[in-house]
C-alpha cells in the first residue's frame, strides 16, 4: 500500500495495491506542466525487500511528483529499509540521468529533509523558467522522431520539420529519434524514451510535442494524458503555417476546409456517459450527442465553405476562359516549398510578389505578363508549394487553386539545387503531379540558388538531368532559361513553324 502526500505532510490520497505492484488512478492536473513539479511525494511499501523498481522511478517521470520513497516490509510488518529518488531537473546538466536515487537509508535513522530537497528542486526549475522563458508567448517543442528504418533519413526529416515549426514560429529547443522494429499502438515510442522526453521537457521549458508522423486520435489522447503536455503530428503543423500564411479569402476558405477535414475522423468525447443533449421541451427521439452534433456542425461548415469556393472557383474559370480565348500561353512554376518559386516569379516579370526565406511563404496564386524577345506574351503563375507526403485534406483542399496548374502549358519546375537532398523534392514534387494528371504535361527543369554551391557540382547535376542553372536572385543568370523557356513554349503552343520562321 501507499500514500500519496502534500508539502504539508496532508495524506492526499491513499493507494492499494498487491504484493508486487500499486495502482495509481488518474490524478488531477497538477500545477503548470512546463516548470512545475506535481507538489506530491508517493510513499509506498515494498514487500520482498526490493529497491527502487523501475515502475516506481515511471511514476516518478511520468507523474512529475516531487519524490518516491519505498519501504522496505519485514516479515512482522516493521519498516526497515527506505529507498528515495528525485527528478534531475537542471538545465544544461552534464548528465543524462533523468533521476537521482540517494542512499538506501535504515527508517529509523533517516535523515532526509524533503521540505529543502523539495525546495531546491523548485529552484532549479525557477532557473530554467528565466533561462527559457519567451517574452513574445512562442511556444517551446521537442521534434519527435520515429522510424522503424533508417536513422539517417528520420533525422532529414526532422530537419525538415525544425524548418516547418521555425516558419510557423515555434522555438524548437530540441529533438529526439527512436529507431523501433516495431511501432508501439498506443504511444508510437517506447515507455522508457517517453519517460525521457518528459525529463527534457521539464528541463527546457517545452509546452508542446510535435511528431514527425500522423497520429491517431488514441495516440495523441494517450500522449496529453500522459505528458499533459500539447501533441501535435506534422499534418496539424503545416495546417497551421497554411492558416497563418493565407491572405485571400479563397485562401483562407480552403486552409478551415483541410483543418474541419482532419478534425472530423479524430471527434473524440471524453465524457464516458456520453450525455444526451435535446431539442428542448417537447423535442422527440433521445437527442444528439455532443459528437453528433459537432459532426453534423462540421459537416453543415464544410458544406457552406464549400458553396462559397464554387462561387470563387466559377469566376476563375471565367477568368480563365477569357485567358484561353485570347490563347495566351501559361506557364506555371511549381517546386518543392523553399526552392525560390517567388523569387523566379519576380525575375522573370519584373514584379515585387513577397517572398521569404522559409517553408510556404506563398500560398495564394499570383500570376504576372511575361514577354518574350520574339515578341509574345506568357501568363507566369506561382503557385503553392509541395512537400513530401503533403497531407491529403490540403490537397483536397487546394484541388481548386491547383486547377490552373491543369491550364499550363509548361510546368517550370523549380529545384533548390543547394539542398542535400534535392533528389529527393524532385521525386516529391513529381509523385505529386502524377496524384492530379499533371505529370505528362511538358516540364521544364530548373535548378535554382547556383551561388549557393561549387560550379562543377552545379553543371555536373545540371547536365545529368537536363536541367538549366540559375539564381534567381540574380537576374544576369536567366539569359539561358528565356531562352530556353520561349522555345519550349513556341514548340508546345505554336509548333516548330514559328520556331523555323
Wanted: proline share 4%; aromatic share 4%.
Amino acid at each position: 500500500m501507499g500514500c500519496l502526500l502534500g508539502r504539508d505532510g496532508t495524506v492526499e490520497m491513499v493507494l492499494v495495491g498487491d504484493a508486487r505492484s500499486l495502482y495509481i488512478p488518474e490524478l488531477p492536473k497538477g500545477r503548470e506542466a512546463r516548470w512545475r513539479l506535481r507538489g506530491l511525494r508517493l510513499v509506498h511499501t515494498h514487500l520482498h525487500g526490493e529497491p527502487l523498481t523501475q515502475d516506481d522511478l515511471m511514476d516518478l517521470v511520468f507523474l512529475r511528483l516531487d519524490c518516491v520513497a519505498a519501504v522496505q516490509v519485514d516479515r512482522q510488518g516493521g519498516a526497515t529499509w527506505l529507498h528515495v529518488a528525485h527528478l534531475v531537473p537542471g538545465a544544461g546538466e552534464k548528465t543524462d540521468r533523468a533521476w537521482e536515487i540517494l542512499p538506501p537509508m535504515l527508517c529509523s535513522q533517516q535523515s532526509v529533509d524533503f521540505e529543502e530537497l523539495v525546495r531546491s528542486l523548485d529552484e532549479e526549475l525557477e532557473r530554467n523558467r528565466q533561462l527559457f522563458s519567451t517574452s513574445d508567448g512562442r511556444d517551446r517543442a521537442l521534434l519527435i522522431g520515429v522510424t522503424d528504418g533508417s536513422r539517417e533519413r528520420a533525422e532529414a526529416s526532422l530537419d525538415e520539420m525544425a524548418e516547418l515549426a521555425r516558419a510557423a514560429g515555434i522555438d524548437v529547443v530540441g529533438r529526439v529519434v527512436q529507431r523501433v522494429r516495431e511501432i508501439n499502438p498506443k504511444y508510437l515510442i517506447g515507455k522508457g524514451k517517453l519517460g525521457e522526453i518528459m525529463i527534457q521537457a521539464l528541463r527546457h521549458g517545452v509546452d508542446l510535442l510535435i511528431f514527425d508522423r500522423e497520429l491517431n486520435p488514441s495516440q495523441v489522447r494517450a500522449l496529453t494524458d500522459t505528458t499533459e503536455l500539447r501533441v501535435i503530428d506534422r499534418t496539424q503543423l503545416i495546417l497551421d503555417i497554411f492558416a497563418q500564411r493565407a491572405k485571400s479569402r479563397e485562401g483562407k476558405i480552403q486552409v478551415e476546409m483541410a483543418q474541419l477535414r482532419y478534425l472530423m475522423p479524430r471527434l473524440n468525447v471524453r465524457d464516458d456517459a456520453l450525455s444526451r443533449l435535446t431539442g428542448g421541451i417537447g423535442a422527440r427521439g433521445p437527442g444528439e450527442t455532443k459528437l453528433e452534433i459537432d459532426r453534423r456542425r462540421i459537416k453543415d461548415r464544410l458544406a457552406q465553405l464549400e458553396r462559397e469556393l464554387k462561387a470563387i472557383r466559377k469566376n476563375r474559370q471565367e477568368r480563365r476562359r477569357r485567358r484561353n480565348k485570347n490563347e495566351i500561353p501559361v506557364v506555371s512554376i511549381v517546386g518543392y516549398t523553399n526552392a525560390g518559386k517567388s523569387t523566379l516569379l519576380n525575375a522573370l516579370t519584373k514584379s515585387d510578389v513577397p517572398v521569404a526565406d522559409q517553408y510556404f511563404a506563398t500560398l495564394d496564386p499570383t500570376s504576372r505578363r511575361l514577354r518574350f524577345p520574339r515578341d509574345f506574351e506568357v501568363i507566369v503563375t506561382d503557385t503553392v508549394g509541395f512537400i513530401h507526403d503533403l497531407p491529403r485534406e490540403l490537397l483536397d483542399a487546394f484541388a481548386a487553386t491547383l486547377e490552373e496548374l491543369h491550364d499550363a502549358d509548361v510546368l517550370l519546375h523549380v529545384v533548390d539545387i543547394s539542398n542535400p537532398r534535392f533528389e529527393e523534392h524532385i521525386e516529391a514534387v513529381r509523385a505529386i503531379l502524377k496524384k492530379l494528371n499533371l505529370h505528362t504535361k511538358p516540364e521544364l527543369l530548373v535548378f535554382n540558388k547556383m551561388d549557393l554551391v561549387s560550379p562543377e557540382f552545379g553543371k555536373t547535376v545540371a547536365d545529368r538531368y537536363g536541367g538549366i542553372l540559375i539564381s534567381a536572385i540574380d537576374r544576369s543568370t536567366l539569359s539561358r532559361l528565356i531562352t530556353a523557356l520561349e522555345e519550349r513554349v513556341e514548340m508546345v503552343c505554336f509548333g516548330e513553324n514559328r520556331i523555323s520562321a
